[in-house]
């Protein structure tokens, strides 16, 4: 009995002092101040710590600053201290202003203490010298604008000036003269193509710098001997049947792709047919696409494998052409020409020669059914021409290579 009175008066106890310590945590977590604090509020004075807590009072110096800053850079507006100055006055006496600053730099927009000037009148107060030494376009700063007159054609003599109706007929006539050599001027810039003028694009028979293309220039003219072993080499190019080659002007160049050129870009006007000094691949395009059979030679060749394949080819067919060429090798010196198609020698074989013409002839995009109707009424390029083509049946080839039949 005594044991279980004692537990129970324990319990009590211990319950008691649980919920003290609780009330008490609630009431310092409710109140911000500290226990010193909420003492002097309800006037008791604080507990005595002097015994447990050793307290220090430094003592402060009246003259030097409660905590020098040393901060080397700029303050804005005043450093800490100084007196802060403004525009106005106060009781008509004028506020001490800040010390100088000594800055180096440049202000933007003004340094401190100049008065703040507007930008024309500033461009007015500060002038500046250019210096530049090279030409203004189209005129220096400060001239006056000048327009420029152009000068007259034909200026009125003396003369002229002392008859009045005759000078003005004579300038009248004058300016009909111009006017009609300019439209002239004009017209000959316009004309794609004449067989006369803007040779020099393609080939100028006058310049002496284009003898290179019929010119033998080598040191060692055994390479172009004819070798008997040495097998001709037929090439044909593949062209789609709905292909139509273009006309080009001679204010643009024309270039290929495989040499010598059997198809491509070409110039308007055709070739007289026959020989010639040099005749240009832009020029000869034009008639391999109405049909005809060009032949090509290096200007190195054998002069006896030229004349023996020229004469094949002359008495073949009316349209043909005969012209050196650089775009040979020495290996086949010798070459016959149609639309898409080459046949490169090194010895003149005249059954392969007139089977080619025979195959190949008075085909092209361009071959007419007669070409008699358009010969003799068409303008042609004529520069360089050596020797004009004769007839050998008919101006549209009835037969071609006929007599070669015969002998073979």
């Keep these: ?15 008691f002092l649980e919920a003290k310590s609780i009330k008490k945590s609630y009431v310092s977590f409710l109140d911000p101040f500290s226990d010193d604090e909420s003492l002097g509020r309800t006037g008791k004075p604080p507990t005595d710590i002097s015994n447990e807590v050793q307290r220090m009072q430094l003592p402060i110096d009246p003259i ?52 703040h000037l507007g930008k024309m009148a500033h461009q007015q107060n500060v002038t500046t010298k250019d210096n ?70 393609d080939f100028d028979p006058n310049d002496i710098r284009d003898n290179l293309n019929y010119l033998c220039i080598t040191s060692n003219r ?43 870009a070409y110039r308007q006007l055709p070739a007289e047919y026959g020989s010639y000094t040099y005749l240009p691949p832009q020029r000869y395009l034009r008639n391999l696409a109405e049909g005809a059979i060009v032949m090509l030679y290096h200007p190195c060749a054998f002069s006896g494998q030229v004349k023996q394949l020229q004469d094949i080819v002359s008495g073949c067919l009316y349209r043909h052409l005969i012209s050196p060429s650089q ?30 013409i025979q195959k190949h002839a008075k085909l092209g995009p361009l071959a007419p059914e007669e070409l008699s109707r358009v010969v003799d009424k068409r303008e042609s390029y004529k520069a360089g021409l050596l020797t004009e083509a004769h007839l050998v049946t008919t101006s549209d080839d009835y037969e071609v290579c006929g007599y070669l039949q015969e002998e073979m």
């Design 327 to 356: 775009a040979l090798s020495p290996e086949r010196p010798l070459a016959l020409l149609a639309w898409s198609r080459s046949l490169e020698m090194s010895v003149v074989d005249r059954r392969l020669a007139r089977d080619f």
């Design 64 to 115: 030097a600053p409660a905590a020098k800053d040393k901060w080397h850079g700029k303050w804005f507006p005043h450093v800490p201290g100084e007196t802060q100055a403004t525009n106005t006055t106060v009781e008509g006496s004028p506020v001490v202003a800040t010390p100088k600053d000594k800055w180096q730099g440049k202000w933007f927009p003004q340094a401190p203490g100049e008065p």
């Design 132 to 201: 530049w030494h090279g030409k203004w376009f189209p005129y220096a700063p400060g001239e006056p604008h000048v327009i420029k007159k152009k000068p007259l054609l034909w200026t009125k003599s003396e003369d002229d000036k002392s008859e009045k109706s005759g000078s003005q007929e004579n300038w009248l006539d004058h300016l009909d003269s111009t006017s009609k050599d300019t439209k002239s001027h004009k017209s000959k810039q316009n004309i794609c193509d004449d067989g006369k003028s803007n040779l020099a694009i």
């Design 222 to 264: 055994s390479l172009f001997q004819p070798n008997l072993t040495r097998e001709a080499i037929l090439t044909e190019h593949f062209l789609p049947s709905a292909y139509v080659p273009p006309v080009k002007c001679l204010n643009e160049t024309i270039s290929y792709t495989h040499l010598p050129a059997t198809n491509g």
């Design 1 to 15: 009995m005594f044991i279980w009175q004692f537990t129970t008066l324990l319990c009590i106890s211990f319950n």
